[in-house]
């Protein structure tokens, strides 16, 4: 998807534009690819999060989950429920849409903070978080 005739050449010189509405694109990347979509390839590479796309072609509002208060509720619920987890903090990622702070109890020793861990990785590649999160870095913390 490009967002103007500029940008789209200067992907490919060939290439026509063709006027389309947002969320007309967005149904299309639901139903032809796998809910993706980026703005100006080879320019800007704007890739848009997966839960957004989908609340744009089902013409629905999308609060990203570093903004969600319901979403970090819920995984805050989650892995606050695992032994050896003290707190838990979200902010925007960097490389992921959303960046996971955990805090373990470091007093517990090696395997019991890897044990720890190794649980909320598991929490959070729960396939049901993928409607609501794109993509999540787990970032501990010693408690």
């Given at each position: 998807?490009?967002?103007?005739?500029?940008?789209?050449a200067a992907w490919r010189e060939d290439v026509?534009?063709?006027?389309?509405?947002?969320?007309?694109?967005?149904?299309?990347?639901c139903l032809q690819t796998d809910q993706l979509w980026v703005l100006d390839p080879g320019t800007r590479?704007?890739?848009?999060?997966?839960?957004?796309?989908?609340?744009?072609?089902?013409?629905?509002?999308?609060?990203p989950s570093w903004r969600n208060q319901p979403v970090q509720?819920?995984?805050?619920?989650?892995?606050?429920?695992?032994d050896g987890v003290t707190g838990v903090a979200f902010a925007p990622g960097e490389d992921a849409e959303l960046r996971v702070f955990i805090r373990v109890d470091a007093s517990a020793?090696?395997?019991?903070?890897?044990?720890?861990?190794?649980?909320?990785?598991?929490?959070?590649?729960?396939?049901?978080?993928?409607?609501?999160?794109?993509t999540v870095e787990l970032c501990p913390v010693p408690a």
């Open positions: 998807m490009f967002t103007s005739a500029a940008a789209a026509r534009p063709v006027p389309v509405t947002p969320r007309r694109a967005a149904e299309v990347a590479d704007l890739r848009l999060p997966r839960p957004a796309v989908v609340a744009l072609a089902g013409g629905e509002d999308w609060i509720d819920e995984v805050a619920a989650q892995l606050g429920a695992i020793g090696t395997p019991a903070v890897a044990a720890a861990l190794e649980q909320c990785q598991y929490v959070m590649v729960n396939p049901a978080w993928g409607e609501l999160i794109d």
